[in-house]
């Protein structure tokens, strides 16, 4: 019998963040992985070529200094020479902006008065992620955890938002649910700055730039931090992989076994408690407390069961939206591509094509219709010109991101990404004349193969919406926003938690803490291991 | 075409239905009250309220229970979805017998209550005073049953009092005899018919389809001409019921989909049905938060049965403790024929009812050509039944 006193299901990033914080407390922590790659969507599983690949992201801005630290991963290999990625937002005419440092602290393309009104809107959201950022990374105060500490520090929070003035009080409620496009437009001009914003507020999630509460969306990104940075977005050394790597040897190192290609098929309990996993093998492994980082709907659905949902909470999960909508477009070309306008250096930086706010809209529009968009937004890195370490031998890699590129098209994924593809060369020929003529290799990945690859149901960037009726203590749905299940012993993080995706690890190291925490209630001992 | 659509949809702007039986009770209406119960015309009174509490009591009665909310349950997972939405283990049930059951939703709050008949582990009914529709639903997703609403397929009777059994041999229907209290038997066409009623009383519900319901009813008639068979109406039925100390759901405590203020919403044990709550049930809706409930005490609220002193009706009285502090509040009143008492339901504040069953006074003003008068009388908690009949268990049944 092959017991332990952790079982994590999914070999994610934040699989592993918690396995590290759990295995470096004495437990004996096992991952199941169901793919033969550790990472989820992060890992480089998608392979270019016999010999290239590339991961779905290629920045992150999520990873804060504690986290970092929280896992060793400095030790662990994480350089602290990160690439601080400027954006370009450009159109199809040559125009472009160039927007640097800690999200937009340098900004060229605009004159002075444009620059002005800039700074003056970024300070004041900058005021506002911050207030946000209070409670991006902590676990959410909700039902069952309001200890006294945390309701302080609520409340302080609370308090420091009022000192700052009432004016600054008003303002932050008045833009919390609006729409991005208004504050735009209420405070900048130009085309290329605010489709950039726009794109940015509304990445990875189903709302346009005109739907009610996107603004939240940037500030949500804007809260982010990556080692101290705030806003900032970064290509850490060797690019994701070796991100991840980092996080790989840290679990490992911790003493964490992982065991791959066995996907957890039944969970095991009685009398409402858990005693391990089944996987889809056969095999039974045996835990106390099991933790799942895959998508709150397989959790719920697929490991408790429906039958042992009460029918509100049932309910809640189906209303979960959790189809994606963003789709990956690796290249490899077989020589830096050449501009017609920006310069090689220029090249260093994520460029999007995100001509203006209407622009985005447009692009929206379709996807509430199962279509494609006429002109798709995308972003774009090349991370082997960013960084030599990460050159390599068969060619340049173009990492692209799509947005509004629904799960379900009417006209099925197969017959449409040729046409998706067509519509991406087309533009970017508009930047890089001759780029057809040097691709290697390509691979287009559609959220149905997000969802097939990776298995997270829908190919959702966060595992379901996050949106601000599923964020905090609402996610994934309000009664378990603690990282715990009705079945007690059973854990969940993951994307679909708060905070949410993109790689921060957090949803790990919270529902790690809280096991910890739950287990010190309940008597468990664990002795702190001595390194 | 489309404003048609909506009218033609909307159950508000159209009349009340008829039951099956509507003829046979309007017919002998002379006072004309009638009242919605689930979207049908249902009497209240058919010509004389006393006179039809006695036939409940004293010889047959006939109640149209037509309306009852209906719901067919079939298919492999029936026992597993019914264990998973009431509270009780319907495995522990006999086929061909009747059980009294209720369910929560999440919080252990009481939707509704209602009784379950099992024709077999495939196939049951399940009828109650509310409609159900999408939670049935939502809670079979995940098992493989088939459920359907059969309330408007379905008529149903209810034959109540010391003669009913008699009125049933006189119509050839001796099947009965052998029926002890909460079984059922299913006849030919379909007729089905048990030995259950909301009275307390020798008693019993016959379900049958609806084209049959004019011809059964004036079989019974027939029978019944010589044992003093009458046609009722619900006030006289609650008047029995609650003798018998039987709750109504909206009435002595609302069920959580009707509460809109917060506090209003009971648990079981809040409404003196803890009995029926089975928690050595692997799971049912509602299980997690009531086992939360039990452990931290979390009820506020006892269900109590009262004897008043005096003849005055309590309904919608408040409850005092020592004349002074408020302690609860009366949900049903009556005097009752039988037990010759001023009786009550009542929902009292924890620990009031339970702890402390003395010193407890209710505040009633009674309304005398338009003058009150005020009265503070005192009352006993008592059990229930308030009436207790013999005869209602007595298996084969008494015949006169
Ligand atoms: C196109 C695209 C681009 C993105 N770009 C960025 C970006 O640039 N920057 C950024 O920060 N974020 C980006 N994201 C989001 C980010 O990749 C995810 O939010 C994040 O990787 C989620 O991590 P996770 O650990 O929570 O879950 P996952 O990475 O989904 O991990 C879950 C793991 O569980 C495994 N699993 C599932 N079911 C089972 C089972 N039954 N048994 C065993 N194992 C199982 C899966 O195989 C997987 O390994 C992007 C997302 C998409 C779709």
Redesign the pocket.
Known sequence: MKSYDVII???????MAASIKLAKTGRKVLI????SEF?????SNILLNDNVNQP???????LCSKSIKDLDLIKYGLKTKNFFIPSISVDKNQNYISFSGSYGSQIDGIDSNEKANWEKLKKRMFFQANLLKKFLYKSPINRENNSLFDKLDFLKTGINLRIKGREEFQEFFRMMLMCVADILEEEINNDLLRGLLAFDATL?INLGPRSPTSYMGLLYRLAGEFNGAQGAQIFPEGGIPKLIETFYKSSTSAGVEFIFKN???NLIFENNKVTGIKTQNGEEFFADIVLS??SPI?TFFDFIGPQRLDTGLLREIKSLRYK?N???LNLLLNKIPKSSFLSNEQLSARITYTPSINHVEENFNPSKYQQLPEDPNFELLFPSIIDETNINDNGIIASI?IQNTPYSLKDGWDSSKKLLYSKIMLTLEKIFPDIKKSVLASKLISPLD?ETI???PG?H???SELQIDRMYSLRPVFKYSSYRTPIHGLYIC??GTHPG???SGK??INAANQIIKDQKQNNHYYEKRID | MKKELIKSKSNFNNPLKKTPFYEKFSSQMTQGYWYDWSGYKAASIIQDQELEYFAIRSTTSLFDISPLIKYRIKGKDTEKFLNKLTVRNVILQKNNTVQYTLWCNDDGHVLDDGTLFKFSEFDYRLCCQERHLPWLLDTAIGFDIELFEETDLVAGLSIQGPTSASVLNNAGLSIINTLKPFDFVTIKKNILISRTGFTGDLGYEIFLPNQLANNFWDKIWEAGKYLGIKAIGFNALNIARVETGFIVANSDFITAEHAIRNNRTRNPDEIGLSWMVDMSKPFFNGKDAIVKIRKNNLSKYVFAALEIDGKEPADGAIIYHDKKHEVGIITTATWSPTAKKSIALASMKLPYGQKIKSNLWVEIYALRELEYYKMMKKVSIVKTPFVKLKRRTLTPPLKN
Request: net charge positive; glycine share 24%; no cysteine.
């Open positions: 299901i999914g070999a994610g990033h934040n699989g199941l992985e169901s793919s990472g989820g969507m992060a890992s779905l992201p290629h920045l992150i801005n999520h990875g996907e957890a098929k980082s895959v397989k994606g963003v789709s990956k991101i997000i990776f298995n997270v190919g960037w966060h595992h993951g994307a995706g993109g790689i949803s790990g």
